[in-house]
């Protein structure tokens, strides 16, 4: 079993004396040399979230060892400063050769750390234990990717590795997925294959497989468009079959379904000839006693058999290969796999054009009359689950493999009809999620303060929060506060752009250490400076005021002051507060939306927000005011409170007014169309384009947050 050691930022290590980046867990017969090379090698990881992971071959204790490791973000350590975690497992060479490849073992054992918590120990014996994981060969990952399994076998050569760098957009699990299969195809050899999932934080050298975000010798955006490799490692890559036998003194050995030669059967054939001379001496003997007096006539020559010809060997075998890939697509169609099932066609058809002409119908026609009806449906109901939105990698994953299946339907000749613009549509909202960045978001309103003391000293703006807002940001700014006035602990601070609801500012600054301290009545939080100097960004918040202070090299500009901005704010406990800073008379862009972000209640009928729209709109608070979705031509006269569900009266009303001409002017044929549609049905289409508005407690609209329309 392996040894595993666990490197991270810490009071204490297993050395005694030592903090910092020590070892704080370890496996008691780990070589010491080999405990000090992988202590050596450091965290290297970039970004809060995902992890990155390596295979190196280390020569340590007299033995050759090859390590497996994963370095991950781990929070905050004890000095709250960005943590980093390295799990390390070292197998002896010798243990190898039974497991699966290194990148299948990294993706599916569960025992990876994300943190270490408690006191350096020595870790007890260790369990492999890996969750189940699907065939790794025909290689469905890189047909995914590049459009052809047979492209895993750019990575080996002559049962080796070959050395190649990749790149592309995929997260470590899909790297590692990808190297899985190409190391499936040398068997015990994979773990000879040194790799990095992210060779720009680890480095290259030493590494045989190197992948990266751009610049590889393989894009895999690219690779698509070329042409497969050919060679046994590629057929078997690409259908699952291993190379035909060779013939030794004009013989061949039959093949069992898996490719695999059948053991000889010489004891069998033995004694069946044994039994068969037996039989024949018996019938002769009963002959000759009972038929004397007749003449027995010669039995016919028995020909012999003939040795079928190499040519024949591998015509069969070719036959076997793809049917097996027909019954593989068949079955796949019939799990709504039809992704799957539409490039091992493409596979197939490169393979066997021939066979895949004559055996087109009705495989093809099935895979071009569904395919995007089923991708539509799997990367709809993924797309809705609440993590879709939380992790813009993952967004952009099914953004890319939207597009993946269009192009594969583009190859296929799918008809344009609606499953296909679905499918589109579904590819444009995972754009749209990837592009966001959802977190608690409270909207303050208010106006700025600014005074100079002078050319020599910074000029200063102050926003005023309000005591409604200033409360609010008190209880978050409180937990995690261990100790009360006189106190000191640590969090985040950082002044960013905001634009929209959710808006990702491409130009935000490093999250600044922040400085927060309790007094008597209020909460002060501030960059963390040296030598008494003046914070530029701070925050006070309690009974007597609440603002928000910058200290500026220079006095402000008018646009400055008139621009909403926000200001990212992480407490003690580890949670962010996104507060918006909204200027008197500025107003945000309200955040684009399609139709399909509204989705009606089977049982009433009432509109509210789609599952993966949800987590955006829910995350968003405006000080004073409540958030409610209203449609076209909606005039707010009932002074009705908010809500992010708006039922069917709500656009009967609306459209009844506007019929009998008291609600804003809208053309009567428009407004015919409108009630056309809510009388079949269509309540989204016959009340767009939708706001979401923020409403203050007169019942008064004060901000647009949201539009959506077709």
Known sequence: MPLALVFTSAPRGLAPGRSGYVTVARHAAMPTRLAEQLESIGTPHGGPGGATFTLRSIEAGGARWRVLSRFAAAGLDHTMRDNRIAHHLAFPEEEVAALPPPADVARRWTGWLDSWQGEPAFLPPLRLDLR????????????????????????????????????????????????????????????????????????????????????????????????????????????????????????????????????????????????????????????????????????????????????????????????????????????????????????????????????????????????????????????????????????????????????????????????????AEVRDRAKLLASLDIRPTLIARGRWVTASAGPALPSSADFDLGPETGDEVRRFLSEGLAGGPGTVARGGIRLVDFRHVAHRDPRRPRMAEATLEPGASSIYAGEAVAGGARPSLSLTVGTRANSVSLNLPSRPTEAFLATPCALELVNAAGRRLCLVLLPSGASLEPLRLPLSALSADPVTQALGAAPWIEPALASVRVSGARLGIYPAGNSFPDRAIPSLVSPPSQLDTTLLRLAAGSEPAMPRAEVAERQRRAREGDARGAGAPWTLRAVNLRGEPVLTLAEIRD
């Open 132 to 423: 189940p994981g699907e065939p790794l060969i025909p290689c469905a990952a890189w047909r995914e990717a590049c459009a052809s399994g047979a492209k895993a076998a750019w990575l080996v050569a002559g049962g080796g590795p070959v050395a190649r760098s990749l790149s592309g957009s995929l997260d470590a699990a899909g790297w590692l997925r990808l190297l899985a299969e190409s190391g499936a195809l040398l068997g015990p050899g994979a773990w000879d294959a040194a790799f990095t999932t992210d060779s720009a934080v680890t480095g290259s050298a030493g590494f045989a497989w190197r992948c990266q975000a751009s610049g590889g010798e393989i894009e895999l955006a690219l690779a698509r468009s070329l042409p497969p490799p050919e060679g046994p490692d590629a057929r078997r890559a690409s259908l699952g079959v291993a190379p035909a036998p060779s013939l030794r003194a004009g013989t061949a050995r039959s093949a069992t379904p898996s490719g695999e030669h059948t053991p000889p059967k010489a004891p069998l054939a033995l004694a069946g000839i044994v039994a068969a001379t037996l039989v024949v001496l018996l019938a002769a003997a009963w002959l000759v006693l009972d038929r004397r007096a007749q003449p027995v006539a010669p039995a016919p020559a028995t020909p012999a058999p003939s040795t079928p010809s190499a040519a024949e060997i591998e015509a069969a075998r070719n036959l076997l290969r793809d049917q097996r890939a027909l019954a593989e697509i068949a079955e796949l169609i019939q799990r709504d796999d039809l992704a799957q099932a539409a490039r091992l066609w493409l596979d197939l058809d490169r393979a066997a054009p021939a066979f895949a002409q004559r055996n087109a119908e009705p495989t093809l026609a099935r895979i071009r009359s569904r395919l995007a009806a089923s991708a539509s449906r799997s990367l709809a109901a993924r797309l809705d689950a609440p993590s879709a939105g939380a992790d813009p990698a993952r967004a952009g994953a099914l953004a890319a493999e939207a597009d993946a299946v269009l192009a594969l339907g583009a190859q296929l000749g799918i008809p344009d009809d609606a499953a296909k613009n679905g499918l």
